[in-house]
């Protein structure tokens, strides 16, 4: 059995991935040229591709891990909680039978 809030934890490390790499991505596209914009041409080097292409995967990525891990984190607290009513249930039970 899972430990109860499990789930919490990878979501919030997945939403801060997202988040630092949203910055990069915009710290990229701001200083990509290297010039104030509309000086000339953007230089479109292999390296600055990557640099902006990097950030921006990595925030699709974490993004969809967000929000996998709350959803799965949401269905096992609920079947915890259920598996914990039902427990309730029997032990009341068990307390509501005469004893011999």
């Known amino acids: 059995m899972q430990r109860p809030g499990g789930g919490c934890l990878a979501a919030i490390v997945f939403a801060s991935l997202f988040v630092v790499s949203f ?8 200083f990509s040229n290297g010039a104030p914009m509309g000086s000339g041409p953007p230089d479109k080097s292999p390296l600055k591709v990557v640099l902006a292409f990097v950030p921006l995967v990595t925030a699709f990525f ?19 909680n259920t598996e914990l009513k039902m427990k309730i249930a ?11």
């Open 23 to 30: 910055f990069c991505v915009l710290l990229v596209y701001v």
């Open 62 to 80: 974490s993004a969809i891990g967000t929000v996998f891990a709350v959803v799965l984190g949401w269905r096992s607290d609920r079947r915890s």
């Open 90 to 100: 029997q032990l009341e039970q068990n307390l509501a039978k005469p004893r011999d």
